[in-house]
């Protein structure tokens, strides 16, 4: 699956959930699905969350 395919399908679930249970559900299911997508990018180790909040913080590692 390609970035197109899964923004899709990501945009889909989430007008499902904003119809479903109004703005609450389409809230909660943004939130979970930012957590999940910060949870898999540690796990599969393309997201160093060490350099992520060094750089929010204006310092740079190297």
């Known amino acids: 699956m390609n970035g197109?395919?899964?923004g899709a399908l990501?945009?889909?679930i989430l007008a499902f959930f904003g119809l479903a249970f109004g703005i609450g559900g389409f809230l909660i299911a943004?939130?979970?699905g930012a957590i999940g997508a910060i949870?898999?990018?540690v796990v599969?180790?393309?997201?160093?969350l060490r350099a992520a909040v060094d750089a929010a913080q204006g310092r740079s590692r190297g």
Not at 44 to 48: E, P, Q, T, V
Request: proline residues 0%; charged residues 5%.
């Open 4 to 6: 197109y395919t899964l």
């Open 39 to 41: 949870v898999g990018g």
């Open 30 to 32: 943004l939130l979970l």
């Open 10 to 12: 990501a945009g889909l």
């Open 44 to 48: 599969s180790g393309r997201l160093n």
